[in-house]
């Protein structure tokens, strides 16, 4: 059994909403060719993740905390804890904070396997 209490944390800057903060829930390294990203996700108030396509994989966000508007392809709905979205191979998809409070997620991109 291996746990681990130390995060790697990213910080990426998104020039039209501010930062992408990502803690790394574990090294991907670790877990293989599978997944290229496990991280719990912060989003400050009126910062998003433009949109962008898959290729190659999918990813999956779980919302831990806050509000937020997704957008897949072109439609869009709001999500807020409890709530899950997945964007297959070959879509799109974005995420923009809508509320007053970080918006937190984890996020799972996994390889398509072929």
Avoid: W
């Amino acid at each position: 059994m291996t746990i681990y209490k130390e995060k790697t944390r990213t910080v990426k800057e998104n020039p039209g909403t501010g930062k992408i903060i990502n803690d790394h829930i574990i090294d991907e390294k670790l877990i293989g060719k599978a997944v290229s990203l496990y991280g719990r996700i912060t989003l400050h108030p009126g910062c998003g993740v433009p949109l962008h396509k898959h290729v190659g994989n999918n990813e999956t966000y779980y919302i831990v905390k806050g509000e937020g508007m997704y957008q897949d392809g072109e439609i869009k709905a709001k999500v807020k804890p409890g709530y899950v979205t997945f964007c297959a191979d070959g879509g799109s998809h974005a995420l923009m904070n809508t509320g007053m409070e970080d918006l937190v997620f984890i996020a799972l991109i996994a390889n398509t396997i072929k």
